[in-house]
């Protein structure tokens, strides 16, 4: 197989571990297979878009989700590093405000699925990094919400210290309890 998956804590969230064949020219690997990543995961899924954004030490984005049109995402980072985060904000769920993490670098090749019914974040831990994910739905920015990534009933720990850069929409998030939630 061309990955290794390991749940995380909340176990719809995975880890998937390419392997990656290297030697003193550099490395190959293979990043993306539709039928191999649903045969090591057990999911039914389809990517419809692709996304690249960079960003500067300290950056944090998200918490992010759309409650319409609600979109998995599979992650990864090309440059740099960053300390990306899943919540649960599936009202129905056993793990319902409980996150889980995992630092993606471009050493590590580490990818991060975060499924439907999941706010999502980052923090860039490097001096740039260039962020890429895969959605299984389209941007809809009409439906789209934001977490506050410091909400206190969360209580992410995120490897930072200081206040992080945020966009206008970021510092608009609301709390988990007042944010609309998936069913």
Known sequence: MPYTVTPTQIPDVL???PKVFGDSRGFFFESF??????QVTGLDVNFVQDNHSRSTKGVLRGLHYQLKQPQGKLVRVVRGAVFDVAVDIRKSSLTFGQWTSVELTEDNHKQF???PGFAHGFVVLSDTADFLYKTTNY????????????????RIQWPIQGEPSLSVKDKQAKALAE?????
Request: aromatic fraction near 16%; proline fraction near 9%.
């Open 15 to 17: 880890v998937l571990e």
């Open 33 to 38: 297979n539709q039928q191999d990543f649903n």
């Open 113 to 115: 699925w975060v499924p």
């Open 139 to 154: 941007y809809a920015p009409q439906h789209e919400r934001c977490i506050a990534w410091n909400d206190p009933a969360i």
């Open 179 to 183: 944010a609309e939630h998936f069913a």
